[in-house]
């Protein structure tokens, strides 16, 4: 397990989780909903791995980005969606876009469109600015809750089949806000969770 304080994330920490993440880790880092599965978006084996992980199919995944440039280069942002984008993020949304070029085929799969996030949690951000390009990523789910809430417990049930579980304090039970843009005329809804739309 590593730990990483939220407030002030220590660099050595960061880069070796970086580190982890290039080399086709999977790792479990906190975010500012619940504590999600993550690898890099340009490993093949990270993404198959994280599949098995999460019991989830490629298109149910999400990315994480720094900022917003970075959203730009990975989905079609028109500037009525960039509006709604610049109010809620950093934040606890999951906005649905469309995907460009750039995001890779394996992550795709058959859809045309992605997940992206920005948490507002300096882990989770640090940790994709060391990386230098997105995660994918899945909630990480249990039928107890202190299993995706406590680190520790994290560690105990996980630990053994992720390269590294991030320390980052008690996390919450409650998931993002999933927020359709696909249609920047009628943006859309999809899950209510943590996040309230501005």
Request: glycine fraction near 8%; hydrophobic fraction near 40%.
């Amino acid at each position: 397990m590593i730990k990483i304080y939220a407030q002030n994330p220590n660099e050595k920490a960061v880069a070796r989780v970086a580190d982890v993440l290039r080399s086709d880790g999977v790792i479990v880092y906190p975010t500012d909903s619940v504590y999600a599965f993550g690898c890099s978006i340009r490993s093949p084996k990270a993404i198959e791995r994280l599949r098995a992980l999460s019991g989830k199919k490629g298109d149910e995944f999400s990315i994480v980005c720094p900022d917003l440039s970075t959203i730009s280069a990975y989905a079609r942002v028109d500037n009525a969606v960039f509006k709604v984008l610049k109010r809620n993020l950093p934040g606890p949304f999951t906005f649905v876009l469309n995907a460009s070029g750039k995001v890779p085929d394996k992550f795709l799969e058959k859809r045309k469109t992605v997940g992206v996030r920005i948490p507002d949690h300096a882990v989770a951000l640090a940790i994709v600015e060391a990386l230098g390009h997105p995660l994918v990523t899945a909630s990480v789910k249990d039928s107890e809750e202190e299993y995706t809430t406590d680190p520790s417990l994290i560690e105990e049930r996980y630990g053994s089949a992720v390269e590294a579980v991030i320390d980052g304090g008690y996390g919450l039970c409650v998931p993002t806000t999933v927020v359709d843009c696909t249609d920047e005329s009628d943006i859309v809804v999809l899950r209510e969770g943590i996040g309230e739309l501005v």
